[in-house]
């Protein structure tokens, strides 16, 4: 999961960039760049770390121009030790793209290789963003052949791409001495926003992966960017918009950014994320009294931190004590996202440390986000224990995650996860918990079609196996486990694409 945006201002956009990244600084860990427009110059710094060791002043001061885009990243696939799949990516040709990526292709092997023998365009990364990047290229190449480019042929290319891309994906590109382009995969899977500020020097637009990264930059959150749908700005300022999709368009986002990745400030397809949780916790709530005793539970305490909302609705539903037992280290990167089990169980206790006296000789339901791999989860357990508590129940605001997902999450293979070939009860042996309740899927879904019934359908692949790019099967998933088997043995993070 990575956090995009771009920018096209009526002043010096770097410091805009830069602030809006630390916002979704969330997004990802791994990388961060930025590149912005002068003239007919692009100018570009990347690099790995954080938003804030990446830039320095003089990075800052070779970032001219009024308009530009950037990007947070952690990696799916490709190597992390190489800049060269950090983003944003550039082409010269034709006119000159600057370009960043959320989401993840499914065909993209496919499409390198087409690209290779029909387009005659060179791929130098194993980055699916790179590749997206070259269709669209090669598309905007086709659509603007002979003519000066202009809305329609962007359009035109979008279509183009959304023929022959599969997957999810959020996409901002900047055209030198155009504009910028701004589209969705037309299923919406990934999240895209689009911001205004009105100010004394004119109009300015923002677009992002969330609207805090708008509203925290003093933009109005306008809309969402449409599944399948394009935004073109031009250089002044001009905005225009197209659906280019087709019959094929269907909004189906991914309930995991409303479960975990999202910040709470944010609002996303019309759903506050808060809110969402809150829901989550009231439905939560109530499987919880149909599974446990709830005159064994003392007191519900909070996962730190995406967990809180719902813990404390769940709390208030059933009328049990809630208390705060676990304190966050906030300098420590998120467990979900780091590279390799042993660092992540390494880091759990780094992350958090227990107030015993808030454990000592009480039964404690934990309440968390979600179980992926477990190796958190049981780490908890163990702390909760040592800190005293007789019992410690654990519940999941998410359902059992079970399968792969192809779509940019990194949690590529069904043998890391610890629901895999276990029913409830031996996960909550493996994690050492007196007792688990998990989300049904049918409630998570329903708490985020209760603040938006205009979402019917959501991709929750990693909870039923059900794939609604319809291209990915058997052979397609032993793929992708033996290629991110290889690379975690030879020490790399991988999956079947390089998730941007």
């Not at 590279?339 to 309440?367: T, Y």
């Not at 079970?402 to 070939?421: C, F, H, K, S, W």
């Not at 899927?441 to 329903?446: F, G």
């Amino acid at each position: 999961m990575c956090g995009i945006v771009g920018v096209m201002g009526q002043s010096p956009v770097n410091q805009l960039i830069y602030d809006s990244l630390l916002l979704l600084q969330h997004r990802g860990q791994d990388a961060a760049g930025i590149a912005t427009a002068h003239e007919q110059f692009f100018s570009m710094h990347k690099a790995h770390g954080l938003v804030r060791d990446v830039f320095r002043t003089r990075n800052m001061r070779s970032l001219p121009g009024n308009s530009g885009l950037g990007q947070v990243r952690y990696p799916t696939a490709g190597s992390s030790a190489s800049v060269d799949e950090a983003q944003p990516f550039y082409v010269n040709a034709p006119f000159g793209i600057t370009f960043v990526h959320n989401g993840n292709l499914t065909n993209w092997r496919e499409l390198r290789e087409a690209l290779f023998k029909h387009d005659r365009r060179h791929i130098n990364t194993n980055s699916d963003s790179e590749v997206l990047l070259n269709v669209f290229a090669h598309e905007l190449q086709q659509a603007s052949n002979g003519v000066t480019l202009d809305e329609h042929a962007v359009f035109e290319a979008v279509r183009a791409v959304h023929r022959r891309a599969k997957g999810a994906y959020a996409v901002i590109a900047h055209i030198s001495s155009f504009g910028l382009v701004a589209f969705r995969d037309p299923h919406g899977i990934r999240p895209l926003c689009l911001g205004r500020h009105d100010g004394g020097a004119g109009t300015e637009w923002m677009l992002a992966s969330e609207s805090v990264a708008l509203t925290g930059c003093g933009f109005n959150l306008v809309r969402d960017v449409a599944p399948g749908e394009a935004v073109v700005i031009t250089e002044d300022g001009r905005l225009s918009r197209q659906g280019c999709a087709g019959d094929d368009r269907e909004h189906t986002p991914c309930v995991f950014e409303y479960v975990y990745f999202a910040r709470p400030d944010s609002v996303m397809d019309g759903v506050s994320i808060y809110d969402a949780r809150l829901h989550m916790g009231e439905y939560l709530a109530d499987n919880v009294a149909k599974s446990l005793r709830l005159g064994d539970i003392d007191v519900v305490m909070p996962i730190p931190d995406s967990s809180r909302p719902s813990a404390m609705q769940l709390a208030a539903r059933l009328n049990l004590c809630y208390r705060e037992g676990f304190i966050k280290n906030r300098y420590v990167g998120r467990t979900f996202i780091m590279p390799g089990q042993a660092v992540r169980k390494k880091s759990v206790r780094q992350k958090l440390s227990a107030i015993d006296l808030e454990f000592r000789g009480k039964n404690v339901l934990l309440v968390d986000d979600s179980i992926v791999r477990g190796t958190t989860s049981r780490e908890i357990v163990d702390m909760a224990r040592a800190a005293g508590a007789r019992k410690v129940f654990f519940a999941s605001a998410a359902p059992a995650v079970r399968y792969p997902n192809v779509y940019g999450i990194d949690m590529p293979t069904q043998a890391e996860l610890i629901a895999t070939g276990r029913d409830t009860e031996q996960v909550a042996r493996e994690i050492g918990a007196d007792g688990l309740v998990y989300q049904a899927l049918e409630d998570l879904e329903q708490s985020l079609r209760d603040l938006n019934p205009a979402m019917r359908r959501f991709e929750s692949s990693c909870f039923n196996g059900e794939y609604i790019t319809g291209d990915i099967d058997a052979a397609y998933l032993e793929r992708l486990s033996l290629s991110r088997g290889g690379a975690v043995r030879s020490g790399a993070m991988a999956a079947d694409g390089d998730e941007a």
